[in-house]
């Protein structure tokens, strides 16, 4: 699987993309149809303290991609939910793709 970083107003992290790896290493252990995975992180001004950091990921994988984001006070609770929206949207493919 290879991994690729996107930074918009965010200045490049080797831990937040550390940590992106390892859980992407759980999904794809999980998965293995996973092909490519593109991770983009921004900051966005908004009214709420929860919110603002903003973790986007995109997967490849035959078919349509998959795509989840999450917004929260720092990067690594938005990573997390996007990798546990991914991962129902991988469990649902995948038994799509045992029934046929």
């Known amino acids: 699987m290879n991994i690729n970083f996107e930074y918009h107003d965010v200045e490049a992290s080797e831990r937040l ?12 252990t ?12 921004k900051i966005e001004n908004t009214s709420s303290d929860e919110t603002g950091k903003i973790c986007s990921i ?5 078919g349509p991609r998959l795509f989840a984001e999450a917004s929260h006070d ?23 793709m045992m029934s046929h």
Not at 58 to 62: E, G, H, M, Q
Not at 74 to 96: H, M, R
């Open 17 to 28: 993309e550390a940590f992106a790896t390892e859980k992407l290493g759980h999904l794809y």
């Open 30 to 41: 999980k998965f293995q149809m996973i092909i490519r995975a593109d991770v983009f992180f």
């Open 58 to 62: 995109r997967l490849s994988v035959p």
């Open 74 to 96: 720092n990067f690594v609770s938005s990573i997390t939910e996007a990798i546990n929206d991914l991962d129902k949207q991988l469990t649902k493919k995948k038994g799509k």
